[in-house]
Protein backbone atom coordinates (compact mmCIF):
# COMPACT_ATOMS: atom_id res chain seq x y z
CA UNK A 1 0.00 0.00 0.00
CA UNK A 2 1.35 3.17 -0.90
CA UNK A 3 0.99 5.87 1.96
CA UNK A 4 2.56 9.74 1.86
CA UNK A 5 2.64 11.54 5.40
CA UNK A 6 3.36 14.89 5.59
CA UNK A 7 5.36 16.51 8.60
CA UNK A 8 7.03 19.62 9.79
CA UNK A 9 3.95 21.98 9.66
CA UNK A 10 2.92 24.77 12.35
CA UNK A 11 1.95 28.24 13.64
CA UNK A 12 5.15 30.88 12.24
CA UNK A 13 5.42 34.14 12.30
CA UNK A 14 5.60 36.41 8.60
CA UNK A 15 9.49 36.38 7.82
CA UNK A 16 10.16 32.62 9.60
CA UNK A 17 11.24 29.63 8.10
CA UNK A 18 9.87 26.00 8.44
CA UNK A 19 10.80 22.34 6.65
CA UNK A 20 7.94 20.08 5.64
CA UNK A 21 8.79 16.36 5.37
CA UNK A 22 6.85 13.69 3.22
CA UNK A 23 7.62 10.43 4.18
CA UNK A 24 6.68 7.77 1.45
CA UNK A 25 6.56 4.06 1.83
CA UNK A 26 4.93 1.74 -1.07
CA UNK A 27 6.38 3.72 -3.94
CA UNK A 28 9.84 5.36 -3.95
CA UNK A 29 10.40 8.80 -4.52
CA UNK A 30 13.69 8.50 -5.85
CA UNK A 31 12.38 6.97 -8.84
CA UNK A 32 9.29 9.32 -9.45
CA UNK A 33 8.93 12.69 -10.16
CA UNK A 34 7.01 14.54 -6.25
CA UNK A 35 5.28 17.62 -6.19
CA UNK A 36 4.55 19.89 -3.28
CA UNK A 37 1.07 21.01 -2.66
CA UNK A 38 -1.28 23.81 -0.57
CA UNK A 39 -4.77 24.27 -0.50
CA UNK A 40 -5.89 27.55 1.51
CA UNK A 41 -9.06 28.28 2.66
CA UNK A 42 -11.62 28.24 0.23
CA UNK A 43 -8.88 27.78 -2.85
CA UNK A 44 -8.11 24.80 -4.89
CA UNK A 45 -5.45 22.84 -4.24
CA UNK A 46 -2.36 24.06 -5.85
CA UNK A 47 1.43 22.62 -6.93
CA UNK A 48 3.79 25.43 -5.33
CA UNK A 49 6.98 23.08 -5.93
CA UNK A 50 8.48 20.04 -8.16
CA UNK A 51 11.31 17.88 -8.49
CA UNK A 52 11.88 15.96 -11.46
CA UNK A 53 13.40 12.39 -11.33
CA UNK A 54 16.73 13.63 -12.46
CA UNK A 55 16.81 16.57 -9.93
CA UNK A 56 15.40 19.69 -11.84
CA UNK A 57 12.94 21.48 -9.72
CA UNK A 58 10.38 23.77 -10.58
CA UNK A 59 8.48 26.43 -8.33
CA UNK A 60 4.99 28.47 -8.61
CA UNK A 61 5.77 32.19 -9.19
CA UNK A 62 4.46 32.84 -5.86
CA UNK A 63 7.08 30.61 -3.80
CA UNK A 64 10.27 31.35 -6.46
CA UNK A 65 13.29 32.37 -4.36
CA UNK A 66 11.45 31.42 -1.08
CA UNK A 67 10.79 27.68 -1.71
CA UNK A 68 13.15 24.66 -2.23
CA UNK A 69 12.20 21.27 -2.86
CA UNK A 70 14.58 18.32 -2.11
CA UNK A 71 15.10 14.31 -1.67
CA UNK A 72 16.83 11.94 0.22
CA UNK A 73 16.62 9.01 -1.82
CA UNK A 74 17.80 6.93 1.45
CA UNK A 75 15.47 7.86 3.20
CA UNK A 76 12.79 8.27 0.50
CA UNK A 77 11.41 11.81 1.92
CA UNK A 78 10.88 14.76 0.19
CA UNK A 79 11.30 17.98 2.01
CA UNK A 80 10.51 21.39 1.41
CA UNK A 81 12.17 24.29 2.95
CA UNK A 82 10.29 27.45 2.99
CA UNK A 83 11.66 30.78 4.22
CA UNK A 84 10.61 34.49 4.38
CA UNK A 85 7.17 32.88 4.74
CA UNK A 86 4.10 35.14 4.06
CA UNK A 87 0.55 34.96 5.54
CA UNK A 88 -0.43 34.41 2.11
CA UNK A 89 1.32 31.56 2.39
CA UNK A 90 -0.97 29.49 5.05
CA UNK A 91 -2.50 26.18 3.73
CA UNK A 92 -2.43 23.10 4.17
CA UNK A 93 0.64 21.40 2.71
CA UNK A 94 0.62 17.99 0.73
CA UNK A 95 2.69 16.00 -1.33
CA UNK A 96 2.02 14.14 -4.14
CA UNK A 97 3.68 12.26 -7.12
CA UNK A 98 3.24 14.40 -10.21
CA UNK A 99 2.39 11.20 -12.40
CA UNK A 100 -0.10 8.61 -11.22
CA UNK A 101 -0.89 10.56 -8.19
CA UNK A 102 -1.85 8.24 -4.74
CA UNK A 103 -4.39 9.13 -2.31
CA UNK A 104 -3.84 12.43 -0.96
CA UNK A 105 -2.70 11.98 2.84
CA UNK A 106 -3.60 13.86 5.51
CA UNK A 107 -1.43 17.05 4.91
CA UNK A 108 0.58 19.29 7.28
CA UNK A 109 -0.64 22.83 8.58
CA UNK A 110 0.89 26.01 7.90
CA UNK A 111 0.16 28.96 9.40
CA UNK A 112 1.72 32.02 8.85
CA UNK A 113 0.69 34.89 11.20
CA UNK A 114 2.18 37.85 13.63
Known amino acids: QVQLVESGGGLVQPGGSLRLSCAGS????????MGWYRQAPGKQRELVAS???????SYADSVKGRFTISRDNAKNTVYLQMSSLKQEDTAVYYC????????WGEGTPVTVSS
Open 26 to 33: GRPVSTNA
Open 96 to 103: NFLIARQT
Open 51 to 57: ITITGGR
